[in-house]
């Protein structure tokens, strides 16, 4: 069983910055995969980015790819997004979830990720 929170959202201007983080809680935290998945007003929940167990391996949605970075510290049982240059596009709720296991190719698909957080409002202004 592992709980996240996730916590760092808020209201920055395009161009700015925020990191977000999620705390994890249980036991076996660093043997999960773990993503952060956002969902803006109207429209579905989609993939931003997703780290491997150990940390060596990570993935981005393309339109995030060079801004964001996610990273994970197992000894604190954090997961981390940071992000840079934001945009207006990027305003959504960002959710931290958990995957038993790294899918490789189906990474992105919310129905691979066991636990889920219950998000936190990233808003960007123009």
């Known amino acids: 069983q592992v709980q996240l929170v996730e916590s760092g959202g808020g209201l920055v201007q395009a161009g700015g910055s925020l990191r977000l983080s999620c705390t994890a809680s249980?036991?076996?935290?660093?043997?999960?995969?773990m993503g952060w998945f956002r969902q803006a007003p109207g429209k579905e929940r989609e993939f931003v980015a997703v780290?491997?167990?150990?940390?060596?391996?990570?993935k981005y949605e393309d339109s995030v790819k060079g801004r964001f970075t996610i990273s994970r510290d197992n000894a604190k049982n954090m997961v981390y997004l940071q992000m840079n240059s934001l945009k207006p596009e990027d305003t959504a709720v960002y959710y931290c979830?958990?995957?038993?296991?790294?899918?490789?190719?189906?990474?992105?698909?919310?129905?691979?990720?066991?636990?889920w957080g219950q998000g936190t409002q990233v808003t960007v202004s123009s």
């Open positions: 979830a958990a995957a038993a296991r790294y899918y490789s190719s189906t990474y992105y698909l919310g129905d691979r990720y066991d636990y």
């Open positions: 780290i491997n167990w150990s940390g060596g391996s990570t």
């Open positions: 249980g036991r076996t935290f660093n043997s999960y995969a």
